[in-house]
DNA sequence: ATTGCTATTGATAAAAGTTGCAATAAGGAG
DNA sequence: CTCCTTATTGCAACTTTTATCAATAGCAAT
């Protein structure tokens, strides 16, 4: 977590603070990767932080850019430092996953932006589909 | 809903069963287009039908391919009749949205298809970014 | 160091969403 | 039309997520 105080500047930059609580999200996020707002609860509380305070973390902390979030298509959300982001692809037989470069979807984004006038931030995107096993016993 | 009948018969061949709430549900999305959870079951409740049969049902059309979900970044779902399905773009500033052809991503998708060798069925995508007023606000 | 402003947290309650199980009812078979 | 199987529902408890508000604690300024 070399980025801290790179991360507490830009913060204080904005008028926010930086915070205990929101030390120990980031670094249960660097340790653990990919985690739904119960497994971050699960590895922090011993702090004493609540949940509500580890989901208020979590929207605050995406919201600045700092955390992707990531949806697994089921309505629960799972966070991930941004400097790590990518997308998912899912199967949906097995649950096998991988990942997808954000390079492989640009021009996707760069003919979306040309067609709306939108400037497109794409955040994380999961992709459902049948993996080659699963595609090959279903035949 | 002229369709009625070809779904019963669908479901009917994979073991399943039409039901007055499936229908109550399918009739209000008909109705109501791009519908919540909480929203439909406000449509819905008077018949009788309680959350859990709501949420259950959507889950089963959705996987059933007669729904499809439309998430809207935030961890909550939304509902729509698959044969309605469209991609989002929403302005994370002003929250306008405009509707994103699923054509728009085809290429991508067959890239991916052809790197990864999944089979990718897209579902439906919500993309953020910054609608051209907002750009212009923020010079 | 101390002070003051106010962003942030914890506590609590409410809302939204999920699960297990017994009772009900869709619909195929006789 | 009646029976039977079992998919589906309602109920109720439970988990997850959000909202409110008073108390706390960053941190900029003195």
Same mark, same amino acid.
């Given at each position: 977590?070399?980025? $801290?105080?790179? @991360?507490?500047?830009?913060?204080?930059?904005?008028?926010?603070?930086?915070?205990?609580?929101?030390l120990?999200?980031?670094?249960? #996020?660097? =340790?653990?990767?990919?985690?739904s707002?119960?497994?971050i609860?699960?590895?922090v509380?011993?702090?004493?932080?609540?949940?509500?305070?580890?989901?208020?973390? #979590?929207? /605050?902390? *995406?919201?600045?850019?700092?955390?992707?979030?990531? =949806? &697994?298509?089921?309505?629960?959300?799972?966070y991930? @430092?941004?400097?790590?982001a990518?997308?998912?692809? $899912? %199967?949906?037989? %097995?649950?096998?996953?991988? *990942?997808?470069?954000?390079?492989?979807?640009?021009?996707? $984004? &760069?003919?979306?932006e040309?067609?709306?006038?939108?400037? $497109?931030? *794409?955040?994380? @995107?999961? /992709? /459902?589909?049948? %993996?080659? =096993?699963?595609?090959?016993r279903?035949?």
């Open positions: 977590m070399s980025c $801290i105080p790179q @991360l507490t500047r830009t913060l204080r930059a904005r008028g926010y603070r930086m915070t205990p609580q929101r120990s999200i980031l670094q249960a #996020l660097h =340790d653990g990767g990919h985690l707002p119960t497994q609860y699960e590895r509380h011993q702090t004493g932080m609540t949940e509500a305070t580890v989901y208020r973390t #979590l929207e /605050f902390l *995406a919201g600045n850019g700092i955390l992707s979030v990531a =949806d &697994r298509g089921n309505g629960h959300l799972a991930e @430092l941004s400097s790590e990518h997308h998912h692809l $899912i %199967c949906r037989n %097995c649950g096998a996953q991988m *990942a997808i470069e954000p390079a492989m979807l640009a021009s996707a $984004i &760069r003919l979306m040309s067609k709306t006038g939108y400037q $497109i931030s *794409a955040g994380h @995107l999961t /992709f /459902f589909g049948l %993996c080659q =096993d699963c595609q090959s279903s035949q």
